[in-house]
């Protein structure tokens, strides 16, 4: 069984270490150098000085990923440095990185000659390793270590030798699993998602100057690397601080948030004595060159030092996953097509490696940010490489009990209940729009096991009953004060949380779908079953008939838009009184949903028929946040910690399936609806990626006439429904078009 090596450093220390690892090779032109390459816990690598690739992308407990790259455009004749600088992350630091106790460095490659020589090149002892001195790597105190550690540069790069040795394993083809089933701490396999690469550079713009330093802004918030290059003489310190937006002070000297660009506002890091920041001290005169390790999320960058200093260049290079573009949307309301591309652009800024909540503070991929953000994904482009491998890391994390973490990859168990149900619903959802039913395969297992924890769950009333977890629901601003608890309504706790077994009902029905789809249609039958069974359980005891709504918890007389929309979903209330109850949780003065819970609040509306009338209040909150000129939408304008949180993307599914109208009705896309609301807007059109192309809609309006064009880029592939006044016509040709009176 063929081995693979690794270069690992001897050293252990309790702190963020950076480490160079580099080899000189002497070519002759015309070579090719390919190679694939990782590294604990993770790595940049350059030829000549020059960029090539970074990595490895976040992986799993089980599973640690590594990039191959072509090497070759990097090369020239003669003398070639490659290195790596590798970050080897200590505990309590970057939690979504897993790590060993010690760096280390990984490469196989092979460098084809002219002649047609093959050189193969891997870590081995040829490989020179020296520490950074002059780079320190650090955390706050009680700042949330979920993000990359700042950084602190004292002068030139300076290294001290130190000792490695080589550690072996089974290859990557053998999934570092050797013959005897021992593994290898590295558990190697290819990168599923393709390798990121920063933008092109874009200028920071001096904003506003104070005798303590100067405001620079991006223009809007951004994830990316920063670069710049300052002289100054010996014994200068240069702070860079970033920030997500402008802050202003009350009457007590407490900071708060209102337009996010406000000449008045004040430049300052966000969280535990200053959240976060860089450091650049000179210790001898001369010029300093700076580029982060990893990106930082800002709008602005404060500048702050204690000597004069000359700045020579200072960028910032865009740094999101690739994503395309084939899906848009525009229409004839300017305010509606800012709402999209705000959207857009939020979800960018929380797509990497993985998904993100925010980049700012936990970048943690969660399960109910990320199943949002796997359907906003797949309205805008057709690559469904980050989609799967969210479902795939998140389902690698599930405890032995059958809870799914709420947030993974993370070194940290954290635990939410219904973040697992939200993992089933975002399994059946990626279904629907790839028909991958190989993968549906893999993953239903895993489904499997979350259900069958929740019934284990169902007390003697068959409601899904307490655990020691975290029962979050919503962040609704009544229920984050200190004597109740962060996002929990009163007795959540301590009693059955209604909401939470209306999701399992949901999660089963979506899971019977997704059995039928498989051929399971006995378990469908099953799961169904169960779902009867918890609506009774619901409506027995939930349900308050003198109020006419469903309680919060099944002992209190305690009310909310989120019992109202998810007792719609799941079924326990249908026909007029389900319209009834939704209309009287738009009305009466009840917790209302927040940013993310309002894509499930839009569905309630749509299955209820009071789209039209109730949606466009719910818009408002998005509008609000552009009237205080937020660039990316907050994780919750009531109280708004994150300026960048992509489950307020729902604008993208909003505008693309209940307004456009194109939604899939069988999996894989092959069956779609198109039921267009045309009294929205004069003209809009759109496209959507299937497997097949882009579905087109439009219309436009003149002279109080619409036409409305639907093409179909397969007809052979997809059926398309359009329903127009509630009338369904079935379209088979690539394109048709619609007169409406």
């Known amino acids: 069984m063929r081995e693979t090596t690794w270069l690992r450093v001897c050293e252990v220390l309790d702190e963020c270490v950076l480490y160079r690892f580099s080899r000189v090779f002497t070519l002759e032109k015309g070579c090719i150098f390919k190679a694939s390459v990782c590294a604990d816990s993770r790595y940049k690598l350059y030829v000549n000085g020059m960029f090539v690739v970074e990595g490895p992308c976040h992986g799993t407990a089980y599973k640690r990923f590594y990039e191959t790259v072509d090497l070759t455009p990097y090369l020239k004749e003669g003398e070639n440095v490659v290195y790596a600088d590798v970050?080897?992350?200590?505990?309590?630091?970057?939690?979504?990185?897993?790590?060993?106790?010690?760096?280390?460095?990984?490469?196989?490659?092979?460098?084809?000659?002219?002649?047609?020589?093959?050189?193969?090149?891997?870590?081995?002892?040829?490989?020179?390793?020296?520490?950074?001195?002059?780079?320190?790597?650090?955390?706050?105190?009680?700042?949330?270590?979920?993000?990359?550690?700042?950084?602190?540069?004292?002068?030139?790069?300076?290294?001290?030798?130190?000792?490695?040795?080589?550690?072996?394993?089974?290859?990557?083809?053998?999934?570092?699993?050797?013959?005897?089933?021992?593994?290898?701490?590295?558990?190697?396999?290819?990168?599923?998602?393709?390798?990121?690469?920063?933008?092109?550079?874009?200028?920071?713009?001096?904003?506003?100057?104070?005798?303590?330093?100067?405001?620079?802004?991006?223009?809007?918030?951004?994830?990316?690397?920063?670069?710049?290059?300052?002289?100054?003489?010996?014994?200068?310190?240069?702070?860079?601080?970033?920030?997500?937006?402008?802050?202003?002070?009350?009457?007590?000297?407490?900071?708060?948030?209102?337009?996010?660009?406000?000449?008045?506002?004040?430049?300052?890091?966000?969280?535990?004595?200053?959240?976060?920041?860089?450091?650049l001290r000179f210790t001898e005169d001369g010029t300093l060159t700076f580029s982060t390790f990893y990106f930082r999320a800002f709008r602005y960058i404060r500048l702050e030092s204690n000597r004069p200093y000359t700045l020579d260049h200072f960028t910032f290079a865009p740094y999101y996953y690739p994503m395309g573009e084939e899906g848009k949307v525009t229409c004839s309301d300017p305010l509606y097509n800012r709402l999209w591309d705000v959207s857009r652009h939020t979800a960018l800024c929380c797509a990497h490696d993985n998904y993100v909540d925010c980049p700012y503070y936990e970048q943690q991929q969660y399960d109910m940010d990320s199943g949002l953000q796997m359907l906003f994904t797949l309205r805008m482009t057709g690559d469904t490489a980050l989609p799967k491998k969210s479902i795939s890391d998140l389902a690698a994390s599930q405890l032995p009990d059958g809870m799914i973490q709420a947030n993974y990859p993370s070194v940290v168990v954290q635990v939410i209940p219904s973040f697992s149900l939200y993992w089933v619903l975002m399994l059946r959802e990626y279904i629907r729009y790839t028909a991958d039913f190989a993968f549906a395969k893999e993953m239903i297992g895993t489904a499997e096991k979350v259900l069958s924890c929740f019934a284990s769950l169902l007390d003697e009333k068959g409601l899904v009953g307490t655990t020691n977890y975290w029962p979050f629901v919503d962040w609704v601003a009544e229920w984050v004060k200190p004597d109740i608890e962060d996002g929990v309504c009163a007795g959540g706790r301590d009693e059955p949380l209604t909401m939470y077994t209306m999701i399992y009902v949901v999660a089963l029905k979506a899971m019977a779908e997704l059995c039928v789809s498989l051929g399971k249609k006995?378990?469908?039958?099953?799961?169904?079953?169960?779902?009867?069974?918890?609506?009774?359980?619901?409506?027995?005891?939930?349900?308050?008939?003198?109020?006419?709504?469903?309680?919060?918890?099944?002992?209190?007389?305690?009310?909310?838009?989120?019992?109202?929309?998810?007792?719609?979903?799941?079924?326990?209330?249908?026909?007029?009184?389900?319209?009834?109850?939704?209309?009287?949780?738009?009305?009466?003065?009840?917790?209302?949903?927040?940013?993310?819970?309002?894509?499930?609040?839009?569905?309630?509306?749509?299955?209820?028929?009071?789209?039209?009338?109730?949606?466009?209040?719910?818009?408002?909150?998005?509008?609000?946040?552009?009237?205080?000129?937020?660039?990316?939408?907050?994780?919750?304008?009531?109280?708004?910690?994150?300026?960048?949180?992509?489950?307020s993307s729902t604008p993208i599914f909003e505008m693309s399936s209940a307004i456009l109208g194109v939604y899939p009705t069988a999996d894989g896309m092959t069956d779609i609806r198109v039921s267009p609301r045309l009294g929205w807007f004069d003209d809009m059109q759109g496209t959507v990626p299937t497997p097949y192309g882009l579905v087109y809609v439009g219309w436009t309006t003149k002279e109080g006439k619409k036409t409305l064009t639907v093409k179909n880029p397969a007809p052979e592939h997809i059926k398309l429904t359009v329903c127009l006044d509630g009338k369904e016509m079935t379209q088979s040709e690539a394109q048709k078009t619609y007169y409406i009176e």
């Not at 918030?221 to 710049?228: D, Q, R, S």
């Not at 009834?580 to 309630?604: D, G, H, I, Q, V």
């Not at 994780?635 to 992509?646: F, Q």
Request: charged share 20%; with cysteine; proline share 7%.
């Open 522 to 647: 006995g378990q469908a039958e099953d799961y169904l079953a169960q779902a009867d069974a918890a609506i009774l359980a619901l409506n027995t005891h939930c349900f308050d008939p003198n109020y006419q709504m469903y309680r919060n918890t099944p002992y209190r007389n305690d009310f909310s838009q989120h019992t109202a929309l998810w007792a719609v979903l799941s079924g326990a209330i249908t026909g007029d009184e389900a319209v009834a109850l939704m209309r009287k949780a738009m009305t009466e003065p009840l917790y209302r949903t927040s940013f993310s819970m309002n894509y499930y609040l839009f569905r309630a509306l749509e299955m209820t028929g009071l789209y039209d009338e109730f949606a466009p209040l719910v818009f408002e909150g998005w509008k609000t946040m552009l009237d205080w000129h937020c660039t990316t939408w907050c994780e919750n304008p009531a109280c708004p910690r994150s300026e960048c949180h992509a489950w």
């Open 87 to 279: 970050l080897h992350v200590a505990a309590g630091h970057y939690i979504s990185v897993f790590r060993e106790d010690k760096a280390a460095f990984w490469i196989e490659g092979c460098i084809t000659h002219p002649s047609g020589e093959k050189e193969t090149v891997t870590a081995d002892k040829s490989w020179t390793v020296g520490r950074f001195l002059n780079r320190k790597m650090y955390s706050y105190p009680g700042f949330i270590p979920s993000v990359p550690p700042s950084e602190e540069v004292n002068g030139s790069d300076i290294f001290t030798p130190v000792e490695t040795f080589l550690y072996s394993q089974a290859a990557p083809e053998y999934e570092s699993f050797n013959m005897f089933g021992v593994r290898g701490i590295y558990p190697l396999a290819p990168r599923p998602i393709p390798n990121l690469k920063p933008g092109a550079a874009k200028p920071m713009i001096e904003v506003k100057r104070d005798k303590k330093g100067v405001d620079y802004d991006a223009g809007q918030y951004e994830t990316a690397y920063v670069h710049l290059t300052v002289t100054a003489e010996a014994g200068t310190e240069i702070k860079l601080i970033y920030a997500e937006s402008k802050v202003l002070f009350d009457e007590n000297g407490k900071p708060y948030k209102h337009l996010r660009d406000d000449p008045d506002g004040v430049v300052q890091g966000s969280g535990v004595n200053g959240g976060l920041c860089d450091i």
